[in-house]
């Protein structure tokens, strides 16, 4: 896999930093991790601290899979595994301070932090993506009752903030998980392809919605890639054209 080195780190920086400077004290609020009083903007509501504290990925990434390459001139992912989606990009690493974010929106119910999380998520979708290349942007579904339990699919809420972003349609409604798994973390590569095999389908009143059409398939975390491409795998089955990938964290080459 050829190494991506397009993405400019300054130019992404540069719009996730975008209104900090010269901005003349509007109405102010905190930020909504740390909740310390800091300046932050419409584009995302994250102080500068806690922005500066995720790894970003803007180059050195593998052009299928989107994974971090260290020292290595071939992703050895991409190597093991037939992916069906196009392609994959992800905003960072799953360091300490993204894996924080992420659990304690999915875990300790603030919720609210998906949306500057989706925010960035979106200002990397523009990055990585032409708009005019993409129909309809799907989050990945959880099932019926992890729904229940938690009371909202993260997914569902950066794909709102990335639906913003990019001014296109979402559908949460053709893309179903049967049934609940255990979490993917949990596990080892090969029981992460056993976990998720099987468990998307898309609804038949549904299906003509994504027909001929180019999907953006958005989730969180991208380990292994197993759910994404099985969710991808279950779209391309129900006649979509193509589907790319987008989520917040994904691990570097050979974890």
């Known amino acids: 896999m050829e190494v991506n080195k397009e ?18 004290y509007p109405e102010v609020e905190g930020c909504l991790y740390c909740e310390v009083d800091e300046l932050v903007t419409d584009e995302v509501q994250l102080c500068e601290d806690c922005l500066s504290r995720i790894n970003y990925i803007t180059d050195n990434y593998c052009e299928k899979c989107g994974r971090l390459i260290i020292d290595e001139e071939e992703c050895k992912n991409c190597e093991e595994y037939n992916y069906q989606f196009n392609k994959a990009r992800a905003v960072a690493t799953y360091n300490q301070a993204l894996s924080d974010y992420i659990y304690d929106m999915k875990y300790q119910g603030r919720q609210a932090l998906a949306k500057p999380l989706g925010q960035i998520l979106g200002i990397y979708g523009l990055e990585f993506y032409k708009r005019e290349d993409l129909d309809v942007i799907i989050p990945v579904p959880l099932a019926k009752e992890k729904l229940k339990t938690r009371g909202f699919n993260q997914a569902y809420l950066l ?5 913003k972003k ?26 992460r392809k056993e976990n998720v095999s099987n468990i998307f389908y898309c609804e038949p009143e549904y299906v003509k919605e994504i027909k001929g059409k180019y999907v953006l398939l958005i989730d969180d ?15 391309l089955r129900a006649g ?9 964290a994904t691990g570097e080459q050979g974890q």
């Open 159 to 163: 794909a709102r903030e990335v639906s």
């Open 166 to 191: 990019l001014d296109l349609p979402i559908n949460d409604q053709v893309l179903k998980r049967a049934v609940n798994t255990v979490s993917q973390s949990k596990l080892s590569p090969l029981k």
């Open 221 to 235: 975390i991208y380990t292994t890639g197993a759910t994404v491409n099985e969710c991808s795998k279950v779209l």
């Open 240 to 248: 979509a054209r193509d589907v790319s990938v987008l989520t917040l």
């Open 7 to 24: 993405v400019s780190f300054m130019g992404v920086l540069n719009n996730i930093w975008n209104g900090f400077l010269g901005l003349v």
